[in-house]
């Protein structure tokens, strides 16, 4: 693409089609001036459409929109017959002045260039156009040759030809005087001076540019729609709303982190200029994130996130995510230059945790990974769950730096996930551990679980706890979080921490309320299992009570803390495994309470058999008839459950809940 320096306007469609392909399709060493005027030793200014600084020689170009058939000789010419102006007689003497005075410029020992006369004939953009020429010498020529005429040796008329130096090309500059202050003028529009085309196509330009006010400068990206540079209206005006759709969306984002701030849409009749900051830093398709620090990579995740939140909460959407359209700045800022907002929340989420997934690999932190992974793969995910756990990670490395969050030893006052400080043990096995915690940026007590060794079951214990996470029922756990400890295949589960202890411990049952605790158990049994949520692990072990109130806990993997009460020990191991997951649940909870409440001293090791026939021993007081016979076929798996069948109901102890 040649540099192009406008002296003047194009004054008919023919100069400004011409203008487009000769800067277009020049060399980028060639410089093409437009309407440009030479004096006369005599003062009279001879105007010319197009000069071409070239490889060869200087060209003064004739531009003609003459459509049909030329007939053109060396003194005269013919359009379809009619006598028309023999341009190139005109181009010729102007190159004559142009030589003479370039040769009075010329100092001793530099030889002027070459200046020579050229029409170029357009028809009707590039068609409808036919040349027959007497002489083919005449440098007169259609758009398909004048690319080649002003690039090749062949299209010098010169007797001897020597390419134009750099040095020949300034003196020629210099001669027509003013060139360089006209460019300047052409380059600025209002305070912003263009420095570097980007991008030049149909009217479309980009440019890197310089806004200098006074003293301060900054760098800005300007995208400008030249109207008269279309094909046509229809597309002018297609791309003046898209341009000022974007204006648009910048403005409504203006304030928001990661958005770049935009000047005013500056419209002066020639061009429509939306005014653009430079993004700070470099993209981050540039990024070499093996050898950057954790931390830094923390603060890119940290910056990206918040930046996207804002947007959203605009009401917007990012949707540009090309590797080379976001940036990063050396402070970890994220910044975004193609807002599009043209996907959906969930896409556009989908579609920054693809591109920011390597950096979160990165970071060594499994549980900011696992939340790319997954939001990258298009299941939900919470923007405020990613943006807590990477400020959690953050302020605990600043506060310890030299800790290795991939190797956690789980032990009183040890961290779990840069949240939860553990304080006390409350059971253990060999793959299982329960501790009350204390979350350390919400200063509140939990329940704190890990197991170990569950890589297998991540995926499905993952989407369990998640549902559970956004549910409530005062008789079933709260899961406040559920992640990956350290770098291991272990997990924890933190829960709202329960006042009171498991059924198994408890001391003394006042009368009425075993069966008070049994009814509000099914009300969050049944509400769970109208959603597809099954807890797997019903026993004594998994029921924390308390004088108000009784709650299922350790959902989907409570087996092994409790297996020494799992109802699956109590039950005909051929039933067990024909039998549903809510029968399954059904009979846990009926075998945990008439296990635990019977009188024998026997609890936990009792066979089913002796579960059914512990029913009868109830006093009348505790178990009527009724809910005897419902125990009794629970127990048997004489029981089949429908969906949404009322449990409460089915054991007749409405009265309980009132």
């Given at each position: 693409?040649?540099?192009?320096?406008?002296?003047?306007?194009?004054?008919?469609?023919?100069?400004?089609?011409?203008?487009?392909?000769?800067?277009?399709?020049?060399?980028?060493?060639?410089?093409?001036?437009?309407?440009?005027?030479?004096?006369?030793?005599?003062?009279?200014?001879?105007?010319?459409?197009?000069?071409?600084?070239?490889?060869?020689?200087?060209?003064?170009?004739?531009?003609?929109?003459?459509?049909?058939?030329?007939?053109?000789?060396?003194?005269?010419?013919?359009?379809?017959?009619?006598?028309?102006?023999?341009?190139?007689?005109?181009?010729?003497?102007?190159?004559?002045?142009?030589?003479?005075?370039?040769?009075?410029?010329?100092?001793?020992?530099?030889?002027?260039?070459?200046?020579?006369?050229?029409?170029?004939?357009?028809?009707?953009?590039?068609?409808?156009?036919?040349?027959?020429?007497?002489?083919?010498?005449?440098?007169?020529?259609?758009?398909?040759?004048?690319?080649?005429?002003?690039?090749?040796?062949?299209?010098?008329?010169?007797?001897?030809?020597?390419?134009?130096?750099?040095?020949?090309?300034?003196?020629?500059?210099?001669?027509?005087?003013?060139?360089?202050?006209?460019?300047?003028?052409?380059?600025?529009?209002?305070?912003?001076?263009?420095?570097?085309?980007?991008?030049?196509?149909?009217?479309?330009?980009v440019w890197q540019a310089q806004y200098s006010p006074?003293?301060?400068?900054?760098?800005?990206?300007?995208?400008?729609?030249?109207?008269?540079?279309?094909?046509?209206?229809?597309?002018?005006?297609?791309?003046?709303?898209?341009?000022?759709?974007?204006?648009?969306?910048?403005?409504?984002?203006?304030?928001?982190?990661?958005?770049?701030?935009?000047?005013?849409?500056?419209?002066?009749?020639?061009?429509?200029?939306?005014?653009?900051?430079?993004?700070?830093?470099?993209?981050?398709?540039?990024?070499?994130?093996?050898?950057?620090?954790?931390?830094?990579?923390?603060?890119?995740?940290?910056?990206?996130?918040?930046?996207?939140?804002?947007?959203?909460?605009?009401?917007?959407?990012?949707?540009?995510?090309?590797?080379?359209?976001?940036?990063?700045?050396?402070?970890?800022?994220?910044?975004?230059?193609?807002?599009?907002?043209?996907?959906?929340?969930?896409?556009?989420?989908?579609?920054?945790?693809?591109?920011?997934?390597?950096?979160?690999?990165?970071?060594?932190?499994?549980?900011?990974?696992?939340?790319?992974?997954?939001?990258?793969?298009?299941?939900?995910?919470?923007?405020?769950?990613?943006?807590?756990?990477?400020?959690?990670?953050?302020?605990?490395?600043?506060?310890?730096?030299?800790?290795?969050?991939?190797?956690?030893?789980?032990?009183?006052?040890?961290?779990?996930?840069?949240?939860?400080?553990?304080?006390?043990?409350?059971?253990?096995?060999?793959?299982?551990?329960?501790?009350?915690?204390?979350?350390?940026?919400?200063?509140?007590?939990?329940?704190?679980?890990?197991?170990?060794?569950?890589?297998?079951?991540?995926?499905?214990?993952?989407?369990?706890?998640?549902?559970?996470?956004?549910?409530?029922h005062p008789h079933t756990e709260r899961v406040i979080?559920?992640?990956?400890?350290?770098?291991?295949?272990?997990?924890?589960?933190?829960?709202?921490?329960?006042?009171?202890?498991?059924?198994?411990?408890?001391?003394?049952?006042?009368?009425?309320?075993?069966a008070r605790w049994f009814a509000q158990l099914l009300?969050?049994?049944?509400?769970?299992?109208?959603?597809?949520?099954?807890?797997?692990?019903?026993?004594?072990?998994?029921?924390?009570?308390?004088?108000?109130?009784?709650?299922?806990?350790?959902?989907?993997?409570?087996?092994?803390?409790?297996?020494?009460?799992?109802?699956?020990?109590?039950?005909?191991?051929?039933?067990?495994?024909?039998?549903?997951?809510?029968?399954?649940?059904?009979?846990?909870?009926?075998?945990?309470?008439?296990?635990?409440?019977?009188?024998?001293?026997?609890?936990?090791?009792?066979?089913?058999?002796?579960?059914?026939?512990?029913?009868?021993?109830?006093?009348?007081?505790?178990?009527?008839?009724?809910?005897?016979?419902?125990?009794?076929?629970?127990?048997?798996?004489?029981?089949?459950?429908?969906?949404?069948?009322?449990?409460?109901?089915?054991?007749?102890?409405?009265?309980?809940?009132?």
């Amino acid at each position: 693409m040649a540099k192009l320096i406008a002296f003047g306007e194009a004054v008919n469609d023919a100069e400004r089609w011409a203008f487009k392909l000769l800067a277009e399709e020049l060399p980028a060493d060639y410089t093409l001036l437009t309407n440009i005027e030479i004096p006369t030793p005599s003062g009279q200014a001879l105007e010319v459409d197009a000069l071409v600084v070239g490889e060869w020689g200087i060209y003064v170009v004739d531009v003609k929109g003459y459509i049909g058939c030329l007939e053109a000789g060396q003194h005269a010419w013919a359009l379809d017959g009619r006598d028309v102006d023999n341009s190139l007689a005109k181009a010729n003497y102007v190159a004559r002045v142009l030589a003479g005075k370039i040769k009075h410029k010329v100092p001793v020992g530099v030889y002027a260039p070459w200046c020579q006369g050229m029409v170029f004939v357009t028809g009707r953009k590039g068609s409808e156009i036919e040349l027959e020429k007497t002489d083919g010498a005449l440098s007169i020529y259609t758009p398909k040759q004048i690319i080649a005429a002003l690039t090749k040796e062949w299209g010098l008329t010169a007797p001897r030809k020597y390419p134009v130096s750099a040095k020949q090309k300034q003196m020629v500059l210099d001669t027509l005087g003013q060139v360089a202050l006209v460019e300047q003028r052409n380059n600025r529009i209002q305070d912003f001076e263009k420095k570097k085309c980007l991008f030049l196509q149909h009217g479309l330009e980009v440019w890197q540019a310089q806004y200098s006010p006074g003293d301060w400068s900054a760098p800005w990206l300007l995208k400008i729609i030249v109207p008269s540079s279309f094909d046509d209206k229809a597309s002018q005006k297609h791309h003046e709303n898209l341009l000022r759709k974007e204006f648009y969306r910048l403005q409504t984002l203006a304030g928001c982190s990661g958005v770049p701030y935009c000047a005013p849409l500056i419209q002066d009749g020639e061009r429509l200029v939306l005014p653009v900051r430079m993004p700070k830093g470099q993209a981050i398709a540039a990024l070499d994130i093996a050898d950057m620090p954790a931390n830094e990579l923390l603060e890119i995740l940290r910056c990206g996130v918040s930046s996207l939140q804002q947007i959203h909460r605009r009401g917007m959407t990012v949707a540009g995510w090309d590797a080379n359209c976001v940036f990063v700045a050396e402070d970890g800022a994220v910044e975004f230059i193609d807002v599009k907002d043209s996907l959906s929340f969930a896409e556009d989420i989908t579609a920054f945790a693809a591109l920011f997934y390597p950096i979160a690999k990165a970071v060594l932190e499994p549980r900011i990974r696992q939340w790319f992974k997954q939001a990258a793969a298009g299941h939900e995910v919470d923007l405020d769950t990613v943006r807590s756990d990477i400020g959690a990670v953050i302020a605990y490395r600043r506060r310890f730096p030299d800790v290795d969050s991939g190797s956690v030893k789980a032990e009183a006052g040890a961290v779990i996930d840069h949240h939860y400080k553990l304080c006390r043990l409350l059971n253990k096995t060999q793959d299982t551990e329960l501790w009350k915690a204390r979350h350390i940026q919400g200063r509140y007590d939990s329940a704190l679980s890990i197991y170990r060794n569950v890589d297998a079951q991540w995926f499905k214990l993952s989407n369990l706890f998640r549902s559970l996470s956004n549910l409530y029922h005062p008789h079933t756990e709260r899961v406040i979080a559920f992640g990956q400890l350290g770098d291991s295949q272990d997990i924890y589960i933190a829960r709202a921490w329960i006042p009171g202890c498991s059924l198994d411990e408890v001391e003394q049952v006042e009368e009425g309320q075993g069966a008070r605790w049994f009814a509000q158990l099914l009300t969050g049994l049944q509400y769970l299992h109208s959603l597809d949520i099954f807890h797997g692990a019903i026993c004594p072990k998994n029921i924390v009570i308390n004088q108000v109130r009784a709650v299922l806990v350790n959902f989907g993997i409570g087996w092994d803390i409790a297996a020494s009460n799992y109802a699956q020990q109590y039950a005909d191991p051929n039933l067990w495994q024909l039998e549903g997951d809510a029968e399954k649940d059904l009979y846990g909870l009926v075998a945990s309470f008439i296990d635990v409440l019977c009188e024998d001293g026997l609890a936990g090791q009792h066979s089913s058999e002796q579960l059914i026939a512990l029913v009868d021993e109830f006093d009348d007081s505790k178990m009527d008839d009724h809910l005897k016979e419902v125990c009794r076929q629970v127990l048997s798996f004489e029981i089949s459950v429908t969906p949404g069948q009322d449990y409460v109901k089915l054991f007749a102890m409405e009265d309980l809940l009132e």
